[in-house]
């Protein structure tokens, strides 16, 4: 092993450069890294850099992405004793919510990051980000595939991306911080994953699942909703599952004709739906309102208070792995890493 911990850089922003069609990913990060570190890089462990190809603005990703991801991390697995995954933030969430359904506890660390600005140019928060997940990627036991950003340690499958513009650019509204990096590091283990460390070097291959496109759809309920959105996702044979954003705890149009009728053709056509509130904190309290009572009797799934990334790739890993309408009805509410908070 030459270094401690592979970078694994897919694209984004922390990495890109200015361009004629403005910023892009580019190449060669690993001098740019090394150069932006400075003298603080003898205080770091050793790392090499290993860039995809092609480099991908994470606006791009696709479910094909994961799979390789993973794949990546499986051939290397033996190699090194931490990786870090540089990924754009757009959708960073989707990523780590994806990769910890896959991978599960971990015996080495995961650790995701990025930036809002790219590395090296005035303002950077891609040095401190990067400096973070360097040494959090062997220094301690983090057993969940996670995000640190900004000087905070999160859970990758409770992460959402809240702001634009600011640095503080995550947030975990419906879970605690994994760790919290100041002055000093302060960690938090007792809300970690455990990890069976009897197998430190256990192979990653039979992990890997390969994703299906268009696989899971997502509906966003508004008022006056056209019907025609429901039919698409009903007649698209490719669409397995529905991540139904409703209101408030989980409440749904139950005078809309045109709903209750999507409800039915979608337990007829064996189409799992789950229901998530579009509320940023809290989650859903299935039938705790009139106007939310149907749909346990129409085989809706509560997502508790899962983000959507947690819940859409929830759904995708279940397909993936090869579970069916039935199967998902049993096992949705098994909380596999820490998706969602048990009552």
Known sequence: MSA??????????????????????????QERIEMALGVSINTLPSFEVLEISPLIDSANITPQHWTKLASILATHWQDYDGFVILHGTDTMAYTASTLSFMLGACAKNIILTGSQIPL?????????????????????????????????????????KISSGRFEAFHTPNDDLLGELAIDVQLYPNRMTQSDTTTPHSSLDNNIVSFKDGAVGVITLHPSQPASIYQSVLDDDHCKAIVLMTYGAGNVPDQNPAFLSFLTEAMLRKKNIVNLTQCL???VSQGAYAAGSILS??????????????????????????????????????????????Q
């Open 4 to 29: 401690q911990v592979l970078i694994l850089y897919t694209g984004g922003t922390i990495g890109m450069v200015q361009t004629e069609q403005g910023l892009a990913p580019a190449s060669g990060l």
């Open 120 to 160: 090296g140019m005035n303002r950077s928060d891609a040095t401190s980000n990067l400096q973070a997940a360097l040494s959090l990627a062997v220094s301690h036991r983090i057993a969940d595939v996670s995000l640190v950003f900004d000087g905070k340690l999160m859970r990758g499958n409770r992460i959402q």
């Open 281 to 283: 904190h809290g989650g």
């Open 297 to 342: 009797s129409m085989n809706v799934l509560s997502g508790r208070d899962m983000t959507l990334e947690a819940a859409f790739s929830k759904l995708h890993w279940l397909i993936a792995t090869g579970e069916h309408y039935y199967s998902i009805l049993e096992k949705w509410n098994i909380n596999y890493c820490g998706e969602f908070t048990p």
